[in-house]
């Protein structure tokens, strides 16, 4: 316990080559549930060659547009 909160160890995986892979079909179903997707860029560990890491993908998205969208496209 660090201050009253718990602390817990993080070992990540090994860089996985294929994660550049998930990354471009994760933009890809992006790009056809938003339609207008101005920017997608693949960010975090996962974006970082040679980095050990969580295998979670983040995504950073700039949609330009006006029209309305749902809140959630899905969750993963």
């Known amino acids: 316990m660090l201050e009253g909160r718990e602390t817990r160890l ?18 890809t179903r992006v790009r056809r549930a938003l339609g207008e997707v101005a920017w997608i860029e693949h960010i975090g560990s996962t974006a970082v060659p040679e980095l050990a890491a969580k295998p979670i993908d983040d995504m ?6 006006t029209a ?9």
């Open 60 to 65: 950073f998205q700039i949609v330009m547009t």
């Open 68 to 76: 309305p969208r749902p809140r959630t496209v899905w969750s993963c």
């Open 10 to 27: 993080f070992a990540g995986l090994g860089h996985d080559p294929d994660w550049g892979n998930w990354s471009v079909a994760l933009a």
